[in-house]
T-cell receptor, first 111, second 114 residues
Framework: KQEVTQIPAALSVPEGENLVLNCSFT??????LQWFRQDPGKGLTSLLL?????REQTSGRLNASLDKSSGRSTLYIAASQPGDSATYLC??????????FGAGTQVVVTP | DADVTQTPRNRITKTGKRIMLECSQT?????MYWYRQDPGLGLQLIYY???????NKGEISDGYSVSRQAQAKFSLSLESAIPNQTALYFC?????????????FGEGSRLTVL
C-alpha cells in the first residue's frame, strides 16, 4: 500500500524567506503527484500537478519537483508572504486514479 | 457559485442518528469522491464513483454508505452515527477523461457526533 509522508508537520519562517516542503512516497509506480493548499476551515485547492514523466512544474512563485527513483517530491515557494500561511498537502495518484494523501505541513509566515 | 457544493456545512448530531451529507457539482465531471479528514491524519478515502452506475469502497467505508443519484450528485450517509465519526468530510470531483487528473474539492462538512 502506498504511504505518503510529509515532514515537518509544521514550519514557521519570516516573510521573504524561501519555503521548502517535502513529500515522500513508498511506491514509485505513481501516475502523478499533486500539491494542494488548505486554508483553515476550507477545502483543498490544487496548486501543481506533476505527471510521472515530468521532473518539475512551475507556477509563479511555486515550483514542484519529482524524483520517482528516490520517492520524493519537493514544493518550493519563493519569497514567502504572510498570505502563504496555510497547510500544504501532497497526494500520490496510482494507476487506478486513486489518491493517497500525506498528513500535510502547516506553514506560518510571520511578517 | 462554487463548482462543488456540500450541504450542510456544519452539523451536530447524537449517537445513533442517521445523517446524510450531500454533494453537488457543476463541473460536469464523471468522478466523485468522499474523503474524511482528521487532525494530523491527512485525507482518507471513504467511497468513490467513476460514473452513475459505478460505486467503489475506499479505505474506510465501514459505517458509511453512498448514493450517486445523478452525474452531478453524490450523497454520503451515516446510518447510525457514532462519536468517532466526528470529522471534516470533503467531496471532490475529477474528470474521467483525464486519469488521475486535478481534483476539485468542496468547502467541507464539519460533523460532530455527541
Amino acid at each position: 500500500k502506498q504511504e505518503v509522508t510529509q515532514i515537518p508537520a509544521a514550519l514557521s519562517v519570516p516573510e521573504g524567506e524561501n519555503l521548502v516542503l517535502n513529500c515522500s512516497f513508498t511506491d514509485s509506480a505513481i501516475y502523478n503527484l499533486q500539491w494542494f493548499r488548505q486554508d483553515p476551515g476550507k477545502g483543498l485547492t490544487s496548486l501543481l500537478l506533476i505527471q510521472s514523466s515530468q521532473r518539475e512544474q512551475t507556477s509563479g512563485r511555486l515550483n514542484a519537483s519529482l524524483d520517482k527513483s528516490s520517492g520524493r517530491s519537493t514544493l518550493y515557494i519563493a519569497a514567502s508572504q504572510p498570505g502563504d500561511s496555510a497547510t500544504y498537502l501532497c497526494a500520490a495518484t496510482d494507476s487506478w486514479g486513486k489518491l493517497q494523501f500525506g498528513a500535510g505541513t502547516q506553514v506560518v509566515v510571520t511578517p | 457559485d462554487a463548482d462543488v457544493t456540500q450541504t450542510p456545512r456544519n452539523r451536530i448530531t447524537k449517537t445513533g442518528k442517521r445523517i446524510m451529507l450531500e454533494c453537488s457539482q457543476t463541473k460536469g465531471h464523471d468522478r466523485m469522491y468522499w474523503y474524511r479528514q482528521d487532525p494530523g491524519l491527512g485525507l482518507q478515502l471513504i467511497y468513490y464513483s467513476f460514473d452513475v452506475k459505478d460505486i467503489n469502497k475506499g479505505e474506510i467505508s465501514d459505517g458509511y454508505s453512498v448514493s450517486r443519484q445523478a452525474q452531478a450528485k453524490f450523497s454520503l450517509s451515516l446510518e447510525s452515527a457514532i462519536p468517532n465519526q466526528t470529522a471534516l468530510y470533503f467531496c471532490a470531483t475529477s474528470d474521467l477523461s483525464d486519469l488521475g487528473g486535478e481534483l476539485f474539492f468542496g468547502e467541507g462538512s464539519r460533523l460532530t457526533v455527541l
